[in-house]
Nanobody, 125 residues
Framework: QVQLVESGGGLVQAGGSLRLSCLASGRPITNYAMGWFRQAPGKEREFVGAISWRSVGVTYYADSVKGRFTISRDNAKSTVYLQMNSLKPEDTAVYYC?????????????????WGQGTQVTVSS
């Protein structure tokens, strides 16, 4: 079992930045791809981005965040990060970290085996 705990959410003005962290415990995530998803009120949970298993991993992003969000990982700290810049009100959502026990990048919710509890990000206009 892998436990994931997100942190770093909060309230920020449009144009601002936040960095979310996802701390993993229970089992090493070294060989797992890690993803970020988000869910806005009344909407489906959607893919934000993911990073492959390598320490300097391959990344892939949804078009809506490409160029503004960056995912990185520190396997020694069992932590994955989501740096969010140039935030927009439409980025407001609960953000979830997820672990995929395969090593490659996948974008569907069903591909991910473990999920965190989520952290709220609110962007004011």
């Amino acid at each position: 079992q892998v436990q994931l705990v997100e942190s770093g959410g909060g309230l920020v003005q449009a144009g601002g930045s936040l960095r979310l962290s996802c701390l993993a415990s229970g089992r090493p995530i070294t060989n797992y791809a890690m993803g970020w998803f988000r869910q806005a009120p009344g909407k489906e949970r959607e893919f934000v981005g993911a990073i492959s298993w390598r320490s300097v991993g391959v990344t892939y992003y949804a078009d809506s965040v490409k160029g503004r969000f960056t995912i990185s990982r520190d396997n020694a700290k069992s932590t994955v990060y989501l740096q969010m810049n140039s935030l927009k009100p439409e980025d407001t959502a609960v953000y979830y970290c997820a672990a995929d026990t395969t090593s490659g990048i996948r974008t569907t919710r069903a591909a991910y085996d473990y999920w965190g509890q989520g952290t709220q990000v609110t962007v004011s206009s």
